[in-house]
């Protein structure tokens, strides 16, 4: 005390032990100040859930069916004594609103139409009712109230009939997904692809009907920040159009497997941020490989059941991301490139099976596959003996027989 007397007369003789324990224990009260009134700050930001949020999540909750079986179901948290903000699958923003809803997987049936409470949630951003059963619904033209939603999933959840007019006018939309909503007529693709430009991802897989004028998708200049396209098993015909390829300059998985597509342009391989290529089970397109640059961003390569054919570049050891590579049940042939090898250490599936390929394997071909849990050769004319399995880091999961008994003859 007494040096602290002498501080506010100016005299400073007091030992610098005296005053560093002084400057440590101010340093401590202003933390804990800041600490208390930051805790204040926060405290006063986010507020509990609003009476009308929590009120429409209840009346929603009351109108449908939750499978008792589900025990997982996000809904049986919803109870009237507790703040909505805490329920499971809902996400308020700080002010109390409730602006994400997942109720996906949940074990609900019954109807949904305009009236339901849901669309009284005017600040919702994420929607999310994948894997229920709502059927026979259609879905609401009320969607529309939702004007602030940025990503809607009704994958697997019943929904049928045509597809309202009023989901093209949800222009903040990022992230759209009907995939496998069986009973659904063919989205309009021409809206879709003016009136969306935000739309970053877009499934539309296992849709029953063909969807008509879908090769807008690749070469609308509205749709350049797309990165996510799943058109899987929809029926598609005819042929890729190559004209636009720059407004495709985001995509980075593109999915087309099960559909009836006659040409796909060689260009799409060097899309910069392509990363996913899947065209599985096009039986009738045919095409080959191209060269490939090391600046490709591809980490899966999907062609089964395809008539792509032809021989593999040695520029398939540019592909140093692969982790997937499935050319199975096509028409190569030749020897395996040297570079396929010794190059692609990322690899963890490799299937080459029922096709033409032949010559030797490198007794050291596995050594530099450190990562690889599944190879398939099944079914092609290699010659030699086995390469060295041991070689490895590790061993490898899936080595198809038919592949070993092609070695024996």
């Known amino acids: 005390m007494a040096c602290l007397a002498q501080f506010f007369y100016g005299n400073y003789s007091c030992n610098s032990q005296y005053w560093s324990l002084l400057l440590f224990f101010i340093s401590f009260l202003n933390q804990l100040i800041s600490s208390s009134s930051s805790s204040s700050t926060s405290n006063s930001t986010h507020k509990a859930c609003l009476r009308d949020q929590s009120s429409a999540l209840l009346q929603f909750k009351s109108s449908i069916t939750i499978d008792e079986y589900i025990a997982h179901s996000n809904l049986w948290s919803w109870e009237t ?89 949800l222009t903040s939309l990022v992230s759209l997904d009907f995939s496998f909503l069986h009973g659904l007529e063919s989205p309009n693709i021409e ?25 807008q998708l690749f070469s609308s200049p ?34 087309l497997s099960m559909n009836d597509i006659t040409h ?22 045919a095409g080959s490989l191209p060269e490939f640059q090391s600046s490709s961003a591809l980490r899966e390569l999907v062609l089964p059941r395809t008539k792509f054919s032809g021989t593999i570049p040695s520029s398939i050891g540019n592909l140093k991301r692969l982790t997937k590579l499935d050319l199975s049940q096509c028409e190569f042939y030749g020897s395996i490139p040297f570079s396929l090898w010794h190059n692609l ?32 050769l099944w079914n092609n004319s290699f010659s030699g ?4 399995i041991k070689s490895s880091s590790r061993t490898i999961t899936q080595f198809h027989l038919r592949c070993l008994l092609s070695y024996l003859h």
């Open 81 to 169: 004594n507790t703040s909505c903000c805490s329920w499971q699958g809902v996400t308020c923003n700080g002010y109390g609103f409730v602006i994400g809803l997942d109720a996906s997987e949940s074990g609900l049936s019954g109807m949904i139409n305009s009236s339901t409470s849901l669309f009284k949630l005017r600040r919702l951003e994420k929607l999310n009712l994948a894997y229920n059963e709502f059927s026979p619904s259609s879905i609401p033209t009320a969607i529309i109230q939702l004007h602030s939603l940025t990503h809607l999933n009704l994958s697997s959840s019943g929904f049928s009939a045509q597809v309202p007019i009023e989901i093209y006018q």
């Open 222 to 255: 509205k749709l350049h920040n797309l990165q996510v396209l799943s058109l899987s098993n929809c029926q598609l015909y005819g042929s890729v159009m190559s004209s636009s390829l720059s407004s495709l300059s985001s995509l980075s998985v593109l999915v």
């Open 191 to 215: 809206p879709l692809s003016k009136n969306m430009p935000s739309l970053r991802e877009l499934r539309l897989d296992g849709l029953n009907a063909s969807i008509s004028g879908w090769q």
């Open 264 to 285: 796909f342009p060689i260009e799409m391989f060097s899309l910069p941020n392509l990363q996913v290529l899947d065209l599985t089970a096009n039986y009738r397109l």
């Open 345 to 376: 250490d990322q690899l963890m599936f490799l299937d080459l099976g029922h096709n033409n390929f032949s010559g030797e394997l490198p007794s050291d071909s596995l050594s530099n596959l450190s990562r690889l849990v599944k190879l398939l």
């Open 385 to 388: 003996r086995l390469p060295s």
